[in-house]
Structure formats: structure tokens, C-alpha cells
């Protein structure tokens, strides 16, 4: 169930909204290849009426699993937006989406969501990345040692 809430109560007073929102509703799978969301969207929202738009204010968290880009080990990232702050018109061209007098918060979410994913998802500023299989030596000759590669062997050919 999206993150809806009635506007209409906010001409009273601001509305305090809680809770855990479902990954399923976000839809943010298949936005990363190394970045899966798995956990809830922990939120906690103070929204408001200013005139002719909605002020919402709050913390957004959520774990995501990730790839390391070097070494593709998995690990745990934390996707925290404190301060989050959402200005949503109630007319015009950028108006928040109204439906039985309820406005859906997810789309805006979603997209701040994926701004703060990680670009680059390493595992440790330190990591050195997967094995370097073309540094191993291999016996010539006299004792001697040379790196093997690709060039290495291509240059072995007789044509």
C-alpha cells in the first residue's frame, strides 16, 4: 500500500506519519544490478499545509544489499535522507496527485529513494578488487620469470 495521506486533515492541523513502507511499493527493483532493495523504507514524516502546496519534513531510512564494484562481495548499505523535505503544490503544473481527497507520497520518495543510492557501491574504500590473475609468473629458461598474458602468448604464434 502506497504512502498516502488526507489532505483534508490538514486544514486542522499537520499530520504525523509513521512507519514501514513495503519495497514491493516503491518499485525499486531493477534499477541497480548492484544495488537490491530487500528491507522496508523506515519513515517518519511531519506534514503540513502552507497555503496553496503541502510541506512534508522528516527522516527517511532503509538498508539496501549491494555488490561491491571491485570485488563483488555483498554487503549492507544504509540509505538515510535526515533532514527530507518535500514541497508539493496543490495546483499547477507540478501539483501532487490527488485522488478521494488523498495525496500518494511514493512517487517522491522513490525518487529521492535512488538519488542517494551509492554511484559506485564498494565494500571498503580499501578494496583491492578481485584476484589479478595476469600477475602470476611462470618459470623461463634460465630462472627467469615473466608475466603472463594475453600479448605474451599471442606473440608464441608462427604464422
Given at each position: 500500500m502506497p504512502l498516502t495521506f488526507n489532505i483534508r486533515h490538514l486544514?486542522?492541523?499537520e499530520a504525523l506519519l509513521r512507519g514501514d513502507l513495503a519495497v514491493a511499493d516503491l518499485e525499486l527493483e531493477g534499477c541497480d544490478e548492484l544495488i537490491h532493495a530487500r528491507q522496508p523504507l523506515r519513515y517518519d514524516l511531519r506534514a503540513e499545509r502552507i497555503g496553496q502546496a503541502i510541506l512534508v519534513q522528516g527522516r527517511l531510512e532503509m538498508v539496501v544489499d549491494c555488490e561491491c564494484a571491485r570485488c563483488l562481495k555483498p554487503f549492507?548499505?544504509?540509505?538515510v535522507l535526515?533532514?527530507?523535505?518535500a514541497h508539493l503544490p496543490l495546483d499547477g503544473p507540478e501539483a501532487v496527485p490527488i485522488k478521494d481527497d488523498l495525496a500518494d507520497l511514493t512517487p517522491f520518495l522513490r525518487e529521492d529513494i535512488l538519488l542517494e543510492y551509492p554511484q559506485h557501491p564498494l565494500c571498503g574504500t580499501d578494496c583491492g578488487g578481485l584476484p589479478n590473475r595476469t600477475n602470476e609468473k611462470k618459470a623461463t629458461g634460465a630462472g627467469r620469470t615473466e608475466a603472463s598474458s594475453a600479448w605474451s602468448e599471442l606473440?608464441?604464434?608462427k604464422f
Open positions: 486544514e486542522e492541523k549492507h548499505h544504509s540509505v535526515d533532514p527530507w523535505t606473440n608464441k604464434l
